[in-house]
């Protein structure tokens, strides 16, 4: 069968999780490197598609096709591995420790940030022909993004990083929700359709993700946007990881650890033998 029933999801969310904990620094760093890259190149797709359309829902629609990519491949992003990791931890397979955990969120957190950089950098060549002139219309687009979702929630004060830090939640809610709704079917249309649905959601509605704000942000300084990198990493990276995973962990990992891996027994099991036996008359 092409799906994967939720009991056995869970399961394989534990091994997914385990095996990144063991994988080797070479192969995580190159795989998240990949993720961001390719994450990347997708949020710039997207922004050009709505600047020349002027049709955002387009643009979020199409975003995905990167979403997919990635993670067919077997890359690796920090809002997947905040799900799925510390299940192993939590449900104590051998040799899994905190250290182990925190080492992969390290490395795939500096691999995603290199990745998503690597992109900005060639992104921000073709919008100004190798800085030589100013942005094109896209490179325009991106370099206002990170003002209002820094400056602008600094500026709203404590109100500005609750509402950031809620959008980063129910970002990776979504995020995560792709991610392991790609490990529900055995098929690549499976796969595809079921990590579509909920990163068109997280997109369209303008969550924040940590490793497509990696690329917006860093774009947006190099084609002129009027804020800095502490407002950056201080009213969007930092608060936004911290967000996403507590969204991915709870809203997703640890949801489906709860209900289908350690599930309570049936209420069933605690009727009454006069109860079953009316039922049975």
């Known amino acids: 069968m092409s799906y994967v029933a939720p009991q ?32 990347a190149l997708a949020a710039a797709f997207a922004v050009t598609i709505t600047v020349n359309t002027g049709q955002p829902l387009l643009g979020a629609l199409l975003f995905p096709v ?8 077997g890359f690796d992003l920090l809002t997947g591995v905040f799900t799925l990791v510390p299940l192993a931890l ?14 992969n969120w390290g490395l795939v957190f500096v691999g995603n940030f290199a990745g998503a950089m690597t992109t900005a950098l060639f992104m921000a060549i073709i919008f100004t022909m190798g800085f030589s002139e100013a942005p094109n219309a896209v490179g325009q687009k991106i370099g206002v993004i990170g003002e209002s979702r820094t400056i602008g929630y600094a500026a709203a004060g404590a109100a500005g990083m609750l509402t950031l830090f809620v959008r980063a939640v129910m970002c990776n809610w979504m995020v995560s929700t792709g991610v392991i709704g790609a490990m529900m ?3 690549v249309s499976g796969k595809v359709i079921a990590m579509w649905m ?14 497509v704000n990696m690329y917006l942000f860093p774009s947006g300084i190099m ?15 930092i608060p936004t990881v ?28 605690e009727e009454k033998p ?5 039922a049975a008359e």
């Open 274 to 278: 006069a109860t079953r036996l009316v």
């Open 223 to 237: 084609l002129g946007g009027h804020f800095t990198w502490l407002d950056y990493f201080l009213w969007n990276e």
């Open 198 to 211: 909920p990163i068109l959601v997280f997109f369209y509605l303008g969550f924040e993700h940590s490793i």
């Open 66 to 73: 990167g979403f997919c990519m990635l993670y067919l491949m």
């Open 90 to 103: 939590i449900a104590k397979r051998p040799g899994v420790t905190l250290g182990g955990v925190l080492r």
């Open 185 to 187: 079917s055995n098929s």
């Open 8 to 39: 056995e999801l869970a399961t394989k969310m534990i091994d997914a999780g385990e095996s990144k904990i063991f994988m080797s620094t070479k192969d995580t760093l190159i795989r998240a490197y990949m993720a961001g890259a390719i994450l």
């Open 242 to 269: 911290v967000g996403n995973l507590v969204g991915g962990l709870t809203f997703v990992g640890g949801v489906i650890y709860a209900t289908h891996y350690k599930t309570s027994p049936s209420r069933k099991g």
